[in-house]
């Protein structure tokens, strides 16, 4: 299997390490203990389209979702997990009213 990883291009899987479900939302800190164990262990095993979360340890080190296939492993999008933050504003006074 090769992953197309949004920084480095397509590379080997054996470059990367699969960490887990991408579509878990982890609960905010005043959450009651059963919503953070809920976030926690249980896990869907699901067949067909999934998003995964994928770290790319042999390259770029950085953290991408990957909606693979589960059974056919066909990769159907890759993307980077966090977005591009937007680039600060340049010169002096730029972005004030
Ligand atoms: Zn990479």
Request: charged content about 30%.
């Amino acid at each position: 299997m090769r992953i197309s990883c949004p920084h480095c291009g397509e590379r080997d899987v054996g470059e990367f390490a699969y960490y887990g479900d991408a579509t878990k939302v982890r609960p905010d800190g005043v959450s009651e203990l059963e919503v953070f164990l809920d976030y926690v262990y249980p896990r869907d095993n699901p067949a067909g389209p999934h998003r995964e979360l994928w770290y790319h340890l042999g390259g770029c080190r950085a953290w991408i979702v990957v909606n693979r296939d589960t059974r056919t492993h066909e990769i159907l999008g890759v993307e980077a997990a966090r977005k591009e933050r937007k680039a600060a504003p340049q010169g002096a006074g730029a972005g004030r009213p």
